[in-house]
C-alpha cells in the first residue's frame, strides 16, 4: 500500500558528495517520521539520521556536520545531503517512512536500498 523509491547511491572518493532520495507513493494520508538507515557488511542496521513532521532532525554521531536529512511534503519524499563522505559511510542505505494510510490505519515502510560505496 507504500511504495518507497531510492535513488543517488553510487561510487565516490573520500571527501565526495551524494545525495539520496526517497519518494513515497500509495494510500497515503499523512507521513509523520522519515528516516534513513545503513547496513554495513557484517554490522547491524543502523539509524543514520530522522526528521519528524515538524521537521525536528536527529542524527548518529558520527556524521554530525557531514550529513543533512530534509524533507518535501508535497512530494512526499524524505532527502539525505552527505558531504565529507568516509570510507567508513559504505553501505546500504535504506529510507523508512511512517504514518497513516487513508484507511487510518498505522504505516512502516522501508525502501529497497541504494548502495554508496566511498572508497579511492
Known amino acids: 500500500q507504500v511504495q518507497l523509491v531510492e535513488s543517488g547511491g553510487g561510487l565516490v572518493q573520500p571527501g565526495g558528495s551524494l545525495r539520496l532520495s526517497c519518494a513515497a507513493s500509495?494510500?497515503?494520508?499523512?507521513?509523520?517520521?522519515m528516516a534513513w538507515y545503513r547496513q554495513a557488511p557484517g554490522k547491524q542496521r543502523e539509524l543514520v539520521a530522522a526528521?519528524?513532521?515538524?521537521?525536528?532532525?536527529n542524527y548518529v554521531n558520527s556524521v554530525k556536520g557531514r550529513f543533512t536529512i530534509s524533507r518535501d511534503n508535497a512530494k512526499k519524499t524524505v532527502y539525505l545531503q552527505m558531504n565529507d563522505l568516509k570510507p567508513e559511510d559504505t553501505a546500504v542505505y535504506y529510507c523508512?517512512?511512517?504514518?497513516?494510510?487513508?484507511?487510518?490505519?498505522?504505516?512502516?515502510?522501508w525502501g529497497q536500498g541504494t548502495q554508496v560505496t566511498v572508497s579511492s
Open positions: 500509495g494510500t497515503i494520508f499523512v507521513i509523520d517520521d
Open positions: 523508512n517512512t511512517r504514518g497513516l494510510l487513508l484507511s487510518l490505519a498505522n504505516f512502516d515502510s
Open positions: 526528521i519528524t513532521s515538524q521537521s525536528t532532525t
